[in-house]
């Protein structure tokens, strides 16, 4: 089964800074019909602007044939949760994914460090889970390496699924399972249905180091998936490369549709 190929917009961030309306055209030129956004409906916003950053967004990428089925969103809790989902709504996103515990209010990068506070993450993201599916949300939540750490024997990401809300979905991230030490095809198999999405992309598989286009690292991205049948969702990702972040995506995009992994629709 093939997935649908979208593409992070934090990879293109410093474009988007500098001329938003021109990188979201470029996208598109790449041969791109979905996104994933990155920062909606963002704790640090007035509620108004929560709504109305994610109306200008969803004006550009309208524009330009562009959809985000899925999203890196803040948590729908608390004071601003209506807002939140506001946003996400406005931007006709229906998958909205946890990026980093920090988008959680009242926790940080480092919230997995303990059992207690893994727990206490789990509970929170649980809670964020229901509000977002009294609006017909399903929310979902993305991996980095540091999930696991372990505690006697079990890693953090362990625990946290164990006691997660079964409707949070997962975005497997491939790169940084890999960096995390896991074997990273049998991980996703072992979650199976859960997963409604991964991040592909490729390179050394350390921390801080820059990456590169499928093919030319250590990930086996064929592998993931094949593992993961259930991932509509291909979403081409770079947090930082030393060459041209289009190109280089470009590049990736056309490997998965030439080796018959991915599809533009």
Known sequence: MTGTLSVQLYTFRDAYAADAAGTIARIAGLGFRYIEP???GNHGLSNADKVGKAQELRALLDANGLQAPTAHTAAPMGPNAEAVLDAIQALGTTLPVISWPGEVPGF???VMDTRD?????AD?????SRHAQTRGLSLGYHNHWWEWSQ???QYAYDLLLERLDPAVFLEIDTYWAHTGGQDMPALIRRLGDRVKALH?????????ADQTPLGTGKVDYAAAVHAAP???WHVLE????AGDVFAEVGHSAQRLIQEGLSTWE
């Open 117 to 121: 506070g893994t727990e206490r993450f």
């Open 200 to 208: 592909l992309k490729d390179g050394p598989a350390t921390p801080e």
């Open 124 to 128: 929170a993201l649980s809670e964020a």
């Open 108 to 110: 940080e990068r480092d």
């Open 38 to 40: 990155f920062g909606i």
């Open 230 to 232: 259930s991932a509509r």
């Open 238 to 241: 770079m947090d930082r490369t």
């Open 151 to 153: 505690f006697g024997g």
